[in-house]
């Protein structure tokens, strides 16, 4: 992994394809929070709960004061003013409330230490009462099912620390994990709904719920290990599912389940990091999705999320910032602060090819079946 030099300024004295562009990249955050006449800023309103989440979780693994930087009590205000009388958040304000939106406010309220201002018992009824007999959850009153919405849901009561409430219990977990079990497809991976295709999102958000409901055991480790790693392109990028193109943000959702599931190692890590760290916009600040791109702040944030997971930082001159949770995509100190916990699997300790190699073994000591 490289290693840039102690040096007075680190950008400069890095070796081109190792330079991070940490105060480019902190000024391009700022800035997209504040330009509010730009056509990105506009299109995007209606997720703007979330583009808040990724800025500000960004912001803090560069190690940066948050709420002084992004004006956190004017961002408190904000989120509070998008949560509805039925205790869900809009995606801003006026907005209708959505499990998407509700889970990116909680996760920004926390990073502001300001879990307690808001409603959060009428927050925890809004996120249980959508689930369904199933297990599953609606993302909203209108009813669209996606394993998307049961990771938000379990993230978002386990925030609340509402998800073991045990008397009454707000939501059935075992339901909830049995849903996102019905998900699993031949090849170990997981899609939106049972019998979808599998894809590296949805896997998170699978791979995630399943950790949080501390039934990771469910995962058959070594088989979708073997899917998420096979996502590597020669760019050192990663895809969300076969014949598709690399982009920073599968950095965030393979590496992340990799991470949960302890097999990060079976992939190349630093061609990833080296990958990630071309995606940047050398001028303005900000990742790309892929090198030469334009950079938003959804690829910043994996792509800086991405590096952390790597622990690309550690042997930096950026050394000490806080890590990212794998499970809780947020910065891991926070995690410990607020309680959070979740299964992961143990580090595995033979390598992929390792693994290939027994399992070919073992097939051929297996007698064929009798006629
Ligand atoms: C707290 C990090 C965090 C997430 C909350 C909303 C959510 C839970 C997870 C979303 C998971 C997901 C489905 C991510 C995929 C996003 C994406 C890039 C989709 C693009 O899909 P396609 O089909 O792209 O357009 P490909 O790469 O397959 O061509």
């Known amino acids: 992994m490289a290693a840039l030099s102690e040096s007075a300024s680190p950008e400069a004295a890095a070796s081109p394809e190792a330079v991070f562009h940490d105060e480019k990249h902190a000024s391009y955050l700022v800035a997209v929070s504040k330009n509010t006449e730009a056509i990105e800023f506009v299109l995007t309103e209606y997720m703007r709960m979330s583009g808040v989440y990724w800025g ?7 190690g940066r004061d948050v709420h002084k930087e992004m004006d956190g009590d004017a961002v408190v205000a904000w989120v509070l003013r998008c949560q509805h009388p039925c205790g869900g958040f809009g995606g801003g304000e006026g907005h209708d409330p959505h499990l998407l939106y509700t889970l990116s406010a909680l996760q920004i309220l926390a990073l502001l230490g300001a879990l307690d201002k808001c409603d959060g018992a009428k927050a925890a009824a809004y996120v249980a009462a959508l689930q369904q007999g199933d297990g599953s959850f609606h993302g909203d009153e209108w009813g669209e099912v996606d394993t998307r919405f049961s990771y938000c849901a379990l993230s978002s009561l386990a925030i609340l620390g509402e ?32 019998g979808a295709e599998s894809h590296a999102g949805q896997i998170f ?125 947020l910065p891991a100190p926070l995690v410990a602060e607020l309680g959070l ?31």
């Not at 699997?345 to 070919?360: F, G, H, N």
Request: aromatic share 10%; charged share 25%; proline share 7%.
């Open 56 to 62: 500000l979780t960004a912001m803090a693994l560069l």
């Open 163 to 194: 998800l073991w409430r045990r008397s009454p219990p707000l939501i059935d977990v075992a339901k909830a994990v049995d849903f996102v079990d019905r998900c699993r497809n031949f090849d170990g991976g997981y899609g939106a709904v049972p």
């Open 205 to 329: 958000c699978c791979v995630g719920a399943l950790a949080i409901a501390k039934r990771v055991d469910l995962v058959d480790a070594t088989l979708l290990g073997w899917w998420l790693a096979e996502r590597q392109c020669d760019s050192g990028g990663l895809n969300g599912r076969p014949e598709k193109q690399a982009d920073v943000c599968y950095s965030w959702w393979i590496l992340s389940s990799l991470t949960i599931l302890g097999r990060s190692h079976w992939i190349d890590e630093a061609k990833l990091a080296a990958f990630i760290l071309e995606c940047q916009e050398p001028d303005g600040g900000g990742v790309a999705d892929r090198p030469g791109n334009m950079a938003d702040v959804f690829h910043t944030f994996f792509g800086i999320g991405g590096l952390s997971l790597l622990k690309w930082f550690d042997g930096t001159a950026y050394a000490g910032r806080p890590a990212i949770d794998p499970v809780f995509a």
């Open 341 to 371: 916990e979740a299964s992961v699997c143990p580090r595995a300790t033979a390598s992929l090819l390792e693994t290939w190699a027994r399992a070919r073994d073992e097939e051929k000591e297996t007698p064929p079946p009798s006629p």
